[in-house]
Structures are given as structure tokens and as C-alpha cells.
């Protein structure tokens, strides 16, 4: 094996520099995240008030909407039709997934806000234990098969079970419709039992590293089965490693790296602590095409932000960005909303039904 199969052992960049990089990516993207939400919480909140938003409803918060995406796709190339309900939703998918096909489970290490908060529960656990927290191997394949089980029935669901009309129908229905901002409402209005379940999931991912992505994150599953396809593979050379374990102790995924020369696990995020971390020149390294094309950090944060600018870019080309819900149609829904989670109004038993009837006409005349 030539040493160009390994291109990231000679860099002079340390661990610390390339968490940094990748770090800094995932800060980039959540920063963006958090600017969306904002925009769109503001936004939802005029419509609340009864006036016509002076804010443009950010599209990118389609990104939260992956079901609508998955369902999008199934219509999109059973009928070539790109739907206008959310179509941010499905430019975000289709790029995440390309993403996938080049850098493998990249989304998860470098871009996915879940990923960043993981790592920081990561560290607490570092702080708490010695000793790295592991399942025993019986209880962790099963629990890793949760994930799996969960994206394989939503796949068979849309592409399998659900007949061509019945995505149409939810396409267009309300449900799908205001999903973004039934999505954003359990995020500022969150229930106690939506609480907890977080509160726990907290808690696991600070006893054991990575609990949500390792065992039970359908999406990180599902990039995880398309990036067995990637171009981008970990690549080992058994004559230059040494076998002190550090890249299997370093990796988040907990491969066994030490046992192959080509790692094409359906764990790997392609976060390069392994190639980082290793103190034998051209031990290991990432690359494309069985190792013609040699990948570093700086590398793969290009493929990741430039996927992410010519898709979006070309989805507003093409006029498939926006969705096409008009605005009143946002102001009927929350309205309607709004009145639904009022208590019913106590009518007196002595009114005048026609009195009542000619309040309401006059309430209505003033709303129009």
C-alpha cells in the first residue's frame, strides 16, 4: 500500500487544531440554526399578534421536517413533481444524503447541532469517570439495532406502504402543512412529559458516550446505510501501525479499526480523530476513491460547506426553496389555533340568541 492511500498522517495540524476545524464547522451550522429559529419565532409571533408579517419565514427551518422530506422524496420521483409545501425540507435531505455518498456519516460529526451537544455531554462523562463507560456487547448490539429498526419503518412506511394518493393527501394536508410551526410549539411550549424524556436522554449521554446517536437517532441510521456506498473510506496500513490503540480509544463510534485495513463501518463520521490521533507516520488516513484522492479535515469542512451553498443555491435558482403557503394561510391556521386552546366561553342562560348572533356578525365584519 503507497504512502498517498494516507494522506492525513503527515499533517502538522494536532488534535487540538482539528477538533477546533470541526468544532468550528458545527458552531457555523448551529449559529445558522439558531438565527432560523429566532427569524421564525419572530415571525410566528406576528402572525400571533393579527398583523402582517413585516419578517420573511425562513425556509431553512425545513431542515427539522425530515419525515416531510422523506415523504416529499417518494412523490417527488414517483411523479417528477417538486411540491411546493416544503420544499427547503427536501433540498436539505437530498444534500445531506449526497453528503453521505462522499464523506460518509459526515453530517453527524460536522454539521448536525445534536452531534456538538453530544460532544459536550462527551466531555462531562470524561470529567465523571476514568474510565470510558461501555456497554457490554450483548446489551449494545440490541440497543444499536433500535435505530435501525426505526428508519427501516419509515422507509418501508413511505416508499412501501403508502399509496402514491395517500402522499398527496398528507402533502397537502393541514398536519404537513403547519408542521414547522407545530414543531417550533413544542419547543416553546413544551410538556412536561417531552421534558423528562429529554431530561433522560441527557443524563444516558453523559453515563454512556454518544447514547441518542449510537442507539436510537433514525436519521444518523439512515446516513449511516448510505454512507456503505461512500467514496470515503478509512484506510489502515498494517506495515506502518504500531497497535498502540489509540485511534480505536479516540473514535466516538467505537470501531474496531485495528482489525481491518479498510474501515466501511456504518458507524463512521468521518470526524478524523482516529488519523489524528495516531503517532505512526502513514499509519492511517482518509480518502476517496480506495485512496486516490487523500482527504484532510480542511478537506472534508469544503465538501460539507460547498454541498450545503450549490444546493441551496441551485434550490433558489430553480424556484424550489420557498414554499408557496401563503402568508393568510399562516394567519388562519394560528388564529384558528389560538381560539381551539382557549377554554369555551361560559354564555349566560339569559341572553338573547338573537343578540348573540347579530355580537357575532358585527365581530366578524370587524375581522374582515
Known amino acids: 500500500m503507497t504512502n498517498h492511500s494516507h494522506p492525513s498522517t503527515t499533517t502538522t495540524h494536532s488534535f487540538k487544531d482539528l477538533i477546533s476545524m ?7 451550522f448551529l449559529a445558522i440554526s439558531l438565527f432560523m429559529g429566532i427569524m421564525f419565532y419572530l415571525f410566528v409571533a406576528q402572525l400571533e399578534s393579527g398583523a402582517m408579517p413585516t419578517l420573511e419565514r425562513p425556509p431553512g427551518v425545513e431542515a427539522f421536517l425530515p419525515i416531510s422530506a422523506l415523504i416529499s422524496l417518494k412523490y417527488f420521483l414517483f411523479t417528477g413533481v417538486f411540491n411546493t409545501v416544503h420544499p427547503s425540507a427536501l433540498v436539505i435531505f437530498l444534500i445531506v444524503c449526497t453528503t453521505a455518498l462522499v464523506v460518509r456519516k459526515g453530517f453527524c460529526s ?14 462531562i462523562h470524561s470529567w465523571l469517570f476514568k474510565r470510558p463507560v461501555h456497554l457490554p456487547t450483548w446489551v449494545d448490539l440490541p440497543l444499536r439495532a433500535i435505530k435501525y429498526t426505526i428508519a427501516g419503518f419509515f422507509v418501508w412506511s413511505v416508499f ?39 431530561s433522560v436522554l441527557i443524563i444516558l449521554s453523559i453515563i454512556v458516550k454518544n447514547f441518542w446517536c449510537r442507539y436510537l437517532c433514525p436519521y444518523g441510521a439512515l446516513l ?13 496500513d498494517k506495515n506502518n501501525c504500531i497497535k498502540c490503540g489509540k485511534c480505536e480509544t479516540m473514535c466516538p463510534g467505537r470501531i474496531s479499526i485495528m482489525e481491518n485495513e479498510t474501515i466501511n463501518s456504518l458507524e463512521c463520521s468521518a470526524c478524523l480523530r482516529c488519523v489524528d490521533v495516531c503517532p505512526a507516520p502513514n499509519a492511517i488516513g482518509f480518502s476517496l476513491v480506495s485512496g486516490k484522492v ?5 478537506k472534508i469542512a469544503l465538501v460539507i460547506i460547498a454541498a450545503f451553498l450549490t444546493g441551496i443555491t441551485t434550490a433558489k435558482a430553480t424556484g424550489h426553496w420557498q414554499n408557496g403557503t401563503r402568508i393568510q394561510a399562516y394567519q388562519e391556521h394560528v388564529l384558528q389555533d389560538r381560539m381551539s386552546s382557549q377554554p369555551p366561553m361560559k354564555i349566560p342562560a339569559n341572553t338573547d340568541p338573537e343578540k348573540m348572533k347579530r355580537m357575532i356578525e358585527r365581530m366578524r365584519q370587524k375581522k374582515n
Open 22 to 28: 470541526r468544532q468550528a464547522v458545527q458552531s457555523l
Open 294 to 298: 487523500p482527504m484532510d479535515q480542511r
Open 160 to 198: 412501501f406502504k403508502m399509496p402514491l394518493a395517500a402522499v398527496e393527501q398528507f402533502i397537502q394536508s393541514p398536519y404537513n402543512t403547519f408542521a414547522d410551526i407545530k414543531m417550533l410549539d413544542f419547543f416553546t411550549n413544551i410538556s412536561t412529559t417531552s421534558l423528562c424524556v429529554i
Open 224 to 236: 449511516g446505510v448510505i454512507s456503505f456506498f461512500s467514496l470515503g473510506k478509512i484506510k489502515r
Open 110 to 123: 460536522w454539521v448536525c447541532p445534536i452531534g456538538l451537544m453530544s460532544d459536550g455531554l462527551a466531555k
